[in-house]
T-cell receptor
Framework: GQQVMQIPQYQHVQEGEDFTTYCNSS?????IQWYKQRPGGHPVFLIQ?????EVKKQKRLTFQFGEAKKNSSLHITATQTTDVGTYFC??????????FGQGTRLTINP | SQTIHQWPATLVQPVGSPLSLECTVE??????LYWYRQAAGRGLQLLFY??????ISSEVPQNLSASRPQDRQFILSSKKLLLSDSGFYLC????????????FGQGTRLTVV
């Protein structure tokens, strides 16, 4: 089946530093989704990318979808303590399943 | 608007005891329904998904089962819990097909002792 790999598994930064997490799929994706899970909480949808090479921004967050639609990245500029959590990418497998990456856990030193 | 309810929020159960976790969705019809499990500090493992009443697909062989007795109700069960069943269980729903976001319940933190 489809595999979605995400790196790094953990990232610790100083507040104000940038952060990037990368997502790679074993197959071409129709779209890729990003979720954030705060400590003790449940995953919450952030964004969906559909087009090859697409770039979307949400304030300090920049999301990219690769040209081959097999990889994606999330970049946070100037991290804040509110950015703490685990970031997941997810890609559809067929029309019925959503396969998640293992997530990148971001911790921040204030 | 749509809402998803999952309960209980936390559960401590002895080894060998049965389990029943319930999830209901309101405000939509014929949703795709999903059960995920998350071990501490780990990713989301898809356990079961359902595209309709009585239609259950299992992703991994395990000690758990799922049922969908009504369109917007999804139940996760076990006859005898194992220590390895401990984890954070998340119910989710989406519109068919997976071209829009998934909505997660608050989760159930299960500890088997």
């Amino acid at each position: 089946g489809q595999q979605v790999m995400q790196i790094p598994q953990y990232q610790h930064v100083q507040e104000g530093e940038d952060f990037t997490t990368y997502c790679n799929s074993s197959t071409t994706l129709s779209n890729i989704q990003w979720y954030k899970q705060r400590p003790g909480g449940h995953p919450v949808f952030l964004i969906q990318l559909v087009k090859s090479g697409e770039v979307k921004k949400q304030k300090r967050l920049t999301f990219q979808f690769g040209e081959a639609k097999k990889n994606s990245s999330l970049h946070i500029t100037a991290t804040q303590t509110t950015d703490v959590g685990t970031y997941f990418c997810a890609g559809p497998e067929g029309a019925q399943k959503l396969v998640f990456g293992q997530g990148t856990r971001l911790t921040i030193n204030p | 608007s749509q809402t998803i309810h999952q309960w209980p929020a936390t559960l401590v159960q002895p080894v060998g005891s049965p389990l029943s976790l319930e999830c209901t969705v309101e405000g939509t019809s014929n949703p795709n329904l999903y059960w995920y499990r998350q071990a501490a500090g780990r990713g989301l493992q898809l356990l079961f998904y359902s595209v309709g009443i009585g239609q259950i697909s299992s992703e991994v062989p395990q000690n758990l089962s799922a049922s969908r007795p009504q369109d917007r109700q999804f139940i996760l069960s076990s006859k005898k819990l194992l220590l390895s069943d401990s984890g954070f269980y998340l119910c989710a729903w989406s519109f068919f097909p997976w071209n829009t976001e998934a909505f997660f319940g608050q989760g159930t933190r299960l500890t088997v002792v």
